[in-house]
């Protein structure tokens, strides 16, 4: 039998709690998240086809959902741009989209991995895998796959 003191007990039950709070929110906030699962689609000002047009969105395209209205979605992008996508259009497929100017994309996740590719800022990305602070991607665009720092990037 392993003895703790009591405030080693308390900084583990601390952690084990901070580390439960953690990985249960994430789900939400994933749940949260909608990606654009046709060739593209229409952002609208408002929950019908009759409002105007605010922006095409590329397949994959990653966005935060505000709220569900029937078969409308009120969704945020990486640049709080709002407005409203049929529900029927998006999906839950996880993808970034780039924030920063550029980013490398690295063979392995660390800076100390060699650049295989680049993505500029705007330009989707599908998540593949997640792993402390890295995101393994795959360039819609080009095929190009690797590992993105976390903190370039917008989505799940």
Excluded: C
Excluded at 39 to 68: A, C, D, F, H
Excluded at 121 to 132: C, I, N, P
Aim: net charge positive; aromatic share 8%; glycine share 10%.
């Amino acid at each position: 039998m392993i003895r703790t003191s009591p405030n080693r007990r308390s900084m583990l039950a601390l952690f084990i709690g901070a580390a439960l709070l953690a990985t249960t929110a994430l789900p939400t906030w994933a749940q949260n998240m909608v990606s654009v699962s046709g060739n593209s689609v229409n952002m609208r000002s408002g929950p019908s086809t009759q409002n105007p047009v605010l922006w095409e969105l590329k397949r994959g395209y990653p966005l935060q959902v505000i709220r569900r209205q029937g078969s409308w979605v009120e969704v945020s992008d990486f640049e709080n741009d709002k407005g409203w996508v049929a529900r029927s259009l998006v999906g839950n497929s996880p993808h970034h989209v780039v924030k920063s100017r550029t980013a490398n994309i690295r063979r392995g996740p660390g800076t100390n991995h060699a650049v295989v590719g680049k993505a500029d800022y705007g330009d989707v990305l599908r998540t593949r895998e997640k792993r402390a602070g890295w995101v393994r991607v795959e360039h819609t665009a080009n095929g190009t796959s690797g590992w993105v720092s976390a903190s370039l990037l917008w989505g799940w």
